[in-house]
């Protein structure tokens, strides 16, 4: 059965899980690892863990965190913040970890997707991709990288086209702009990147009621639906989200 995908997000700040608003205003919300087992446990189909600060704070991806999370699940895990060097993903690869998301790196070097899928599978390799509304690009959305502190200049949906042909095996477009409002993802950004590749594309930013995910797989035609604000803070479970889906004739793994 080909299902639609629950995906947690544990976005991660000096090794606590955080969430914040439009990529600021962060509050605490626990230990990644911890959140990531009970995640593990409710049915969650994967996890993605990003260390949001290691590009802006040029470093690598806080690997203790990722390996206690590692070890306390029993589902696949996407890890990414920092990541910029084929050595990089081997090590994350080496502990554990499912797949990485690459963003900024891929975006001032397209030819790293293009060397990762061909060392590890493109499988193993997504193209996170940040974006913000902008009128002067064709798509009206442009690229953010830097954990959405600097504008790129690229057409968003351009770029994923792209990010595909170079080996990415799944695209990741986070609106800045819906990111921590929970009043519903870009469902014209997520459908313009989603119509414009053949890979899977996860929904991401503004989830804030169960409607949000049936709307991003039904009308922005996503493969899979990242959660954060409504499953951290408690608004619903993981198992509410998939039997509502499920209610509205969404394939989902009960």
């Known amino acids: 059965m080909d299902y639609r995908r629950i995906i947690p997000c544990l976005d991660v700040k000096d090794g606590r899980l955080v969430k914040g608003v439009n990529f600021i205003n962060l509050k605490d919300v626990g230990d990644p690892a911890e959140n990531g087992a009970a995640y ?10 990003l260390d949001i600060t290691a590009t802006i704070e040029n470093r690598q991806t806080m690997l203790d965190a990722v390996k206690r999370t590692v070890d306390r699940i029993a589902i696949p895990l996407t890890v990414g913040g920092g990541i910029r060097t084929i050595d990089d993903i081997q090590a994350l690869l080496d502990m554990g970890v499912s797949k990485v998301s690459i963003n900024t790196a891929a975006v001032r ?20 991709i940040d974006t913000r ?6 798509s009206g959305f442009e690229v953010t990288v830097r954990g959405g502190t600097e504008w790129a200049g690229i057409d968003a949906v351009e770029w994923a086209a792209k990010a595909e042909s170079l080996g990415a095996g ?26 414009a590749v053949s890979v899977p594309v996860i929904a991401s930013g503004g989830a804030g009621t169960l409607e949000h995910l049936y709307q991003a797989i039904t009308r922005a035609h996503a493969d899979a639906v990242l959660v954060a604000s409504i499953a951290h803070f408690g608004k ?9 889906l499920a209610e509205r004739g969404v394939p989902v793994n009960l």
């Open 236 to 244: 619903y479970t993981i198992r509410q989200m998939k039997e509502y």
């Open 170 to 195: 799944a695209i990741l477009p986070t609106s800045m702009d819906t990111d921590g409002m929970q009043t519903g993802y870009d469902i014209p950004m997520t459908r313009a990147i989603a119509d």
């Open 133 to 138: 509304k902008s009128d002067k690009l064709p």
């Open 40 to 49: 593990s446990d409710a049915g969650a189909d994967e996890l993605v863990f």
């Open 109 to 128: 070097r397209g030819e790293f997707i293009q060397e990762a899928a061909e060392r590890f599978g493109s499988e193993r390799i997504t193209v996170a």
